[in-house]
């Protein structure tokens, strides 16, 4: 049986390492616009990829790696104390790859090898190929359990990291999620932030047709978790809500994110019928414009 | 019928519970080791490292998947753990963690499917691990390894627990008689050769490898002289032990307590072949489900005893 409090120890908390410097609401409106040109030039390279599911996510991954949240430190990437972060919708990794070569992790021109053979970047993550990746995912439905275990570990250590796992609102729909759910808020770990994309389209259609997995704030606090709702592409509300995330006690905190499928550009926003398609050249061309990138 | 019974074999623990046992005295040596089960632990007997070490146990309710990726997840970040379920609920129910959370990223977890084969009993079809080792062997990098006694399990549980990769341990539920004395060679990935002989080889794993010894010993008695091995590891495959066997007895049968396709039966088919091939008979549970009854009931009703082994071999002399 587990011993509610037996391995509370936690140590002094580390200080963030100097190469990553925390950023301003404005400098991570600007970090954004910057991601959001790189998962179009590396998906359109690649001729495949899943740009709408990135542009949603990009002001979160943004916070987390530029915010001053995240804990993590480009120059070594296994650094014992380091912050887990797990895309457990693996597929906007375009994202994620984007966030962690402008963090330092590689550099910025690899990303136009996203998907080639003999690229780090996969299509999926692939945690043996690319060190800065914390869980191989692409399997939709099991980032939370990863990080549940890995919660677990940390607690285990009496160490401070926390874990951060980022889930789309389409990915709601996988068992295992639920099961993970259940089993975080019976272990009380407060160490561990699930954070919905609820960008309100996946594969087919709108998750309210296809499986609607709302009222989601709801569902989550029900299974025991802290629950918190934020428009996910308002960095100021963002910062508000992580800062405080892993603070409640004998919990587990969700962060519904409020965001939409193909973000910043705007004939892909909204339309599921751009999953998995990367931009056509015109489109590309059109897509930059729009973002400010002559 | 019993297993071993012929031959005076001494009933020991079941494998299960050697591998509880074990599990409990590895706790105590290893910090790192940590457990998971998806509340089962007291039929995986997982339950007996719960009661020595209770803050590393951890009870992830009836959720195999999640159980499986909470392990992965205590692995990634340096823990060695251990799950455990019935071998067809790991198997079937978490295969796309198994693969995806475990395999892929090559996670230091092991895993452990107890109540395997038809041997369960009255239980039935929906509890038989029938299926397990044919998946477990479709993991890219998973050890596979199914022990046949006690002594073997405990050999076995603690060469698992010092290797840093995935694997697949294979328990049963019923008490299963000894083969193993205290000095019998075990070694991981190298097949133990339990009796020479050079007309024909007996290759068989876990429970059934009783069978093989009983059978063995009324060929020799009719002048054919048999050769047992004990293939408890299926990856990495011993194939030097195999091809050995090919060329020096010519006849090979292989007896496990699974399905046909894709187990211990394949796995040696696939080694002969591409070494010395040599004719082969194939003792399994062929292509269905079993059904409930009592243990003994079963095998000799699905022709996993020593009189279907006898048959197997005679039509390869």
Same mark, same amino acid.
């Given at each position: 049986m587990?011993?509610?409090?037996?391995?509370?120890?936690?140590?002094?908390q580390t200080?963030?390492?100097?190469?990553?410097?925390?950023?301003?609401?404005l400098?991570?409106q600007?970090t954004?616009?910057?991601?959001?040109k790189?998962?179009?030039?590396s998906?359109? #390279?690649?001729?495949?990829g899943?740009?709408?599911?990135?542009?949603?996510?990009?002001?979160i991954?943004?916070?987390l790696?530029f915010?001053g949240i995240?804990?993590?430190?480009?120059?070594?990437?296994?650094?014992?104390?380091r912050?887990?972060?797990?895309l457990?919708k693996?597929?906007?990794?375009?994202?994620?790859?984007?966030?962690?070569?402008?963090?330092?992790?590689?550099?910025?021109?690899?990303?136009?090898?996203?998907?080639?053979?003999?690229?780090?970047l996969e299509g999926h993550?692939?945690?043996?190929r /690319? &060190?800065?990746?914390?869980?191989s995912?692409?399997?939709l439905?099991?980032g939370?359990s990863?990080?549940?275990?890995m919660?677990?570990a940390?607690?285990?250590?009496?160490?401070d990291?926390k874990?951060?796992v980022?889930?789309?609102?389409?990915e709601?729909?996988?068992g295992?999620?639920?099961?993970?759910?259940?089993?975080a808020a019976?272990y009380?770990v407060?160490?561990l932030?699930?954070?919905?994309?609820?960008?309100t389209?996946?594969?087919?259609?709108y998750?309210k047709?296809? /499986?609607?997995t709302?009222?989601?704030?709801d569902?989550?606090?029900s299974?025991g978790?802290?629950t918190?709702?934020?428009?996910?592409h308002?960095?100021?509300a963002?910062?508000?809500?992580?800062?405080?995330?892993?603070?409640?006690?004998?919990?587990?905190?969700a962060?519904?994110?409020?965001?939409?499928?193909?973000k910043?550009?705007?004939f892909?926003?909204?339309?599921?019928?751009?999953?998995?398609?990367p931009l056509?050249?015109?489109?590309?061309?059109?897509?930059?414009?729009?973002?400010?990138?002559? | 019928?019993?297993i071993?019974?012929? /031959?005076?074999?001494?009933?020991?623990?079941?494998?299960?519970?050697?591998?509880?046992?074990?599990?409990?005295d590895?706790?105590?040596?290893?910090p790192?080791?940590?457990v998971?089960?998806?509340?089962?632990?007291?039929?995986?007997?997982?339950?007996?490292?719960?009661?020595?070490?209770?803050?590393r146990f951890?009870?992830?309710?009836?959720?195999?998947?999640?159980?499986?990726?909470?392990? !992965?997840?205590?692995?990634?970040?340096?823990k060695r753990?251990w799950?455990?379920s019935?071998?067809?609920?790991?198997?079937s129910n978490?295969?796309?963690?198994?693969?995806m959370?475990?395999?892929?990223p090559?996670c230091?977890?092991?895993?452990v499917?107890?109540?395997?084969?038809i041997?369960?009993?009255?239980?039935? &079809?929906?509890?038989m691990?029938?299926?397990?080792?044919?998946?477990?062997?479709?993991?890219?990098g998973?050890?596979?390894?199914?022990?046949?006694?006690?002594?073997s399990?405990?050999?076995?549980?603690?060469?698992l627990?010092?290797?840093a990769?995935p694997a697949?341990?294979?328990?049963?539920?019923?008490? #299963?008689?000894?083969?193993?004395?205290e000095d019998?060679?075990?070694?991981l990935?190298?097949a133990t050769?339990?009796?020479?002989?050079?007309?024909?080889?007996?290759?068989?794993?876990? /429970?059934l490898?009783g069978?093989?010894l009983?059978?063995?010993?009324?060929?020799?008695?009719?002048?054919?002289s048999?050769r047992?091995l004990?293939?408890?590891t299926?990856? &990495?495959l011993?194939?030097?032990s195999?091809?050995?066997? #090919?060329?020096?007895?010519?006849?090979?049968?292989v007896?496990?307590?699974?399905l046909?396709?894709g187990?211990?039966?394949?796995?040696?088919?696939?080694?002969?072949? !591409?070494?010395?091939?040599?004719?082969?008979r194939?003792?399994n549970l062929?292509?269905?489900f079993a059904?409930s009854g009592?243990?003994?009931q079963?095998?000799?009703?699905?022709?996993?005893?020593?009189?279907?082994?006898?048959r197997?071999?005679?039509?390869l002399?």
């Amino acid at each position: 049986m587990y011993e509610e409090g037996r391995y509370l120890t936690p140590e002094p908390q580390t200080p963030n390492p100097e190469t990553v410097p925390v950023q301003s609401v404005l400098e991570l409106q600007e970090t954004a616009r910057l991601l959001r040109k790189h998962i179009i030039l590396s998906t359109t #390279a690649a001729g495949s990829g899943h740009p709408s599911s990135s542009f949603s996510c990009t002001e979160i991954l943004c916070a987390l790696y530029f915010g001053g949240i995240l804990r993590y430190d480009p120059t070594n990437p296994t650094w014992p104390d380091r912050d887990r972060f797990i895309l457990s919708k693996g597929h906007a990794c375009p994202a994620q790859y984007a966030a962690m070569a402008v963090a330092g992790y590689f550099p910025e021109e690899e990303l136009l090898t996203l998907r080639k053979l003999g690229s780090r970047l996969e299509g999926h993550p692939n945690l043996q190929r /690319l &060190p800065g990746i914390e869980a191989s995912t692409g399997s939709l439905g099991q980032g939370l359990s990863l990080g549940l275990g890995m919660a677990l570990a940390a607690r285990l250590d009496g160490a401070d990291w926390k874990t951060w796992v980022v889930l789309g609102d389409g990915e709601l729909d996988e068992g295992q999620v639920w099961e993970a759910a259940l089993a975080a808020a019976k272990y009380g770990v407060s160490n561990l932030i699930a954070i919905v994309d609820a960008n309100t389209a996946q594969q087919t259609g709108y998750t309210k047709d296809v /499986l609607d997995t709302e009222p989601k704030a709801d569902k989550w606090r029900s299974f025991g978790w802290e629950t918190h709702e934020v428009d996910g592409h308002d960095l100021e509300a963002l910062l508000s809500v992580l800062k405080c995330a892993g603070s409640a006690e004998h919990r587990p905190q969700a962060i519904i994110a409020r965001t939409l499928k193909g973000k910043g550009v705007s004939f892909v926003e909204r339309e599921y019928g751009y999953h998995g398609k990367p931009l056509t050249e015109e489109e590309t061309r059109r897509a930059l414009e729009e973002l400010g990138w002559k | 019928m019993e297993i071993g019974k012929t /031959l005076g074999l001494k009933l020991g623990k079941a494998t299960r519970v050697a591998f509880g046992e074990t599990l409990r005295d590895l706790g105590g040596e290893d910090p790192a080791l940590v457990v998971v089960d998806a509340d089962l632990n007291n039929s995986t007997r997982t339950d007996i490292f719960a009661k020595a070490h209770p803050g590393r146990f951890f009870n992830v309710g009836i959720a195999e998947s999640n159980m499986v990726g909470v392990a !992965a997840g205590l692995a990634s970040a340096g823990k060695r753990p251990w799950c455990a379920s019935f071998a067809t609920f790991v198997m079937s129910n978490a295969y796309d963690q198994l693969r995806m959370s475990v395999a892929f990223p090559r996670c230091n977890v092991k895993v452990v499917g107890s109540h395997s084969g038809i041997s369960i009993g009255e239980d039935g &079809p929906s509890q038989m691990g029938i299926e397990d080792v044919a998946l477990a062997c479709c993991l890219p990098g998973f050890l596979v390894v199914v022990p046949c006694d006690e002594v073997s399990t405990i050999r076995a549980t603690r060469a698992l627990h010092a290797h840093a990769g995935p694997a697949y341990l294979r328990t049963g539920r019923a008490n #299963a008689p000894v083969i193993y004395g205290e000095d019998t060679p075990w070694e991981l990935g190298k097949a133990t050769c339990l009796r020479s002989g050079t007309d024909l080889t007996l290759v068989a794993n876990g /429970l059934l490898l009783g069978a093989a010894l009983e059978a063995a010993a009324i060929l020799e008695q009719e002048g054919v002289s048999t050769r047992v091995l004990d293939l408890h590891t299926l990856k &990495p495959l011993d194939t030097a032990s195999l091809a050995a066997a #090919a060329r020096e007895t010519g006849r090979i049968v292989v007896i496990e307590e699974h399905l046909a396709h894709g187990g211990l039966g394949s796995t040696v088919a696939m080694a002969v072949a !591409a070494s010395h091939p040599v004719p082969m008979r194939f003792v399994n549970l062929g292509d269905q489900f079993a059904e409930s009854g009592t243990p003994g009931q079963l095998l000799e009703k699905y022709g996993m005893t020593y009189p279907a082994i006898l048959r197997a071999a005679r039509e390869l002399l």
